[in-house]
Each structure stands twice: as C-alpha cells, then as structure tokens.
C-alpha cells in the first residue's frame, strides 16, 4: 500500500482502484463503524468513538473555559434536546452523540459547538445545526438500513461523519474546493474508511457510484435536480430543503422507473443551492 492510499477520508478514485486490487489494501477504521453504531443503537448503547492524538491536540490547545466541550456529558445534553425536539432514532441520536461537533468548528466559535443553531464555517456556508442534521438524517433511513448514501454540500464535514455512523458507504460532493479540503482535513484525524469525498458540482450527482440509496442536500433549490432523481434506487430516499426566501424540507421517495412522491415536511432555512464549482 503506497502512502497515497493510507489518507483518509478516501476518494472515489480511491475506490475505483481497490476494486481493481481487490480487498487486499483494505484498511480498518479506527473509529466506530456502522456495524458497532448498528449494535449499539439496538441496545441503547452510544458507540464510543476513539479520540486521535490529533483531536486530543487540538482540544488542548483550546482555551480553558472551551475545555468542557470535549466532554461526553456535553454532547449527552445536546441528544436529550434532540429527542425532546422528536427525533425518536436510537442510532441517529447514538451517531450525533459519537460525532465530536467542535472538532469542526473554528476555535473562535467552538463554544456554540453544541447550541442548536447554525455556525459559519467561511465562504458563506455554515454547518447545519444539531437538529437538522439529524432531522434530516432520521427522515433518510425511515428506520431502515441505509447502503449507499450520497450527500451533496459536504462543507466541513461534520454531517458526512454522521452519516458515516449510519450508512454503509457515504460519498459527498463539495463544490467549493477550499471546503473540499477543510473537509479533509477534519476527517482525516478520524480514518472514517466508509466516506469518500468528491470535489465538483453536486447538482450533477455523481453518476460513477450510482445509484443511490439515499441522497442528502445541504443547500437549497427551487427545485431537485432530474440528475439527482434519476441516480435515485426505486424505493430509495431523496431528503432536501425547497424553495428560495421560504423554504421547506421535502421527503421525495422513487416509486417506478419514472415516478417519485413529494412529501412536504417543515419548514427549514438553508444556504442556496448552486451549479458549477468555485
């Protein structure tokens, strides 16, 4: 195995060439995987992510008021406001509790790692807030197995994390490649082996890993992609915020080769939807 194919998280050229090879350069995640967040959730057991001496580094640089943000009890606190808010998905709910939010968040906002609210993560995005991201994320799996989930705007990486915990392979697109590489970063440290990232334009999809399970957006449209419905799996799951001043979350389920359903949900707020790359 060359260095090349040791960096985390993997790309889908990555992909591509450990099917050629076989699984004989597959790596172990040394992070919960979805199989330990899948025994764990049944049992009401929140699977324990392995802190990296990265991430330890980095907590300890924080400044000593931030320090209580690395505590377990800290994220406890905030999955008890999601289940007060409805979100009933034990692993939903078990992966927001592994998921170390602050980890993705500049040092000078990281005290609002854990409120529910929506923080900027540079060039006019932000990383959705706890709720959301598991709203969103409960809706997707229906109480369901998720295979094959691809997430477009994947921006700090914090919800392709997330995912990673409930879904067997996740692959997300960022078209902003600044963000791209923040991404990678942040996931790096956690050798999450299930997520692979794509720089590019999400409106497209990403026809190579197709078709999907479940798809995810980040950043709202006036309307889905035909290019993302079409990459959808019959039955599978399209999650994704609607509209331009006021926007709603729309559940759109694939029914038949030409037939999806539309489902309005709530009302939500989310960064525009855009085409092309940055």
Not at 176 to 183: D, K, M, N, S, T
């Amino acid at each position: 195995m060359t260095d090349k194919d040791k960096r985390f998280p993997l790309t889908l050229s990555s992909l591509t060439n450990k099917s050629a090879r076989g699984n004989a350069g597959a790596v172990t995640p040394r992070v919960a995987t979805p199989q330990t967040a899948t025994r764990n959730a049944a049992g009401h057991v929140v699977p324990v992510v392995r802190v990296t001496e990265t991430q330890e580094r980095r907590a300890a640089e924080l400044p000593q008021r931030q320090q209580p943000l690395v505590s377990d009890s800290v994220r406890r606190a905030m999955v008890m406001r999601l289940s007060a808010q409805g979100i009933k998905d034990t692993m939903v709910l078990a992966a927001m509790e592994a998921v170390q939010r602050h980890l993705f968040i500049e040092p000078g906002l990281v005290a609002q790692a854990y409120v529910d609210a929506s923080i900027p993560i540079g060039y006019h995005q932000t990383i959705s807030k706890p709720y959301i991201v598991a709203r969103m994320i409960e809706v997707l799996r229906n109480g369901g197995a998720l295979n094959r989930v691809l997430e477009i705007g994947t921006g700090c990486g914090y919800q392709a994390a997330v995912l990673s915990l409930v879904a067997k392979e996740v692959y997300s697109i960022e078209r902003i490649r600044p963000l791209h590489e923040l991404a990678r970063t942040n996931l790096r440290p956690m050798r999450i082996a299930n997520v692979r990232l794509q720089y590019g334009d999400g409106m497209l999809g990403l026809s190579q890993a197709a078709p999907f399970d479940g798809i995810i957006l980040a950043a709202a449209g006036l309307e889905v992609p035909q290019a993302l419905l079409d990459q959808m799996t019959i039955g599978g799951r399209l999650v994704a915020p609607v509209g331009a001043r006021h926007q709603v979350l729309q559940l759109i389920v694939r029914v038949g080769k030409f037939d999806w359903t539309h489902t309005t949900l709530e009302d939500c707020h989310f960064v525009p939807l855009h085409a092309g790359t940055a």
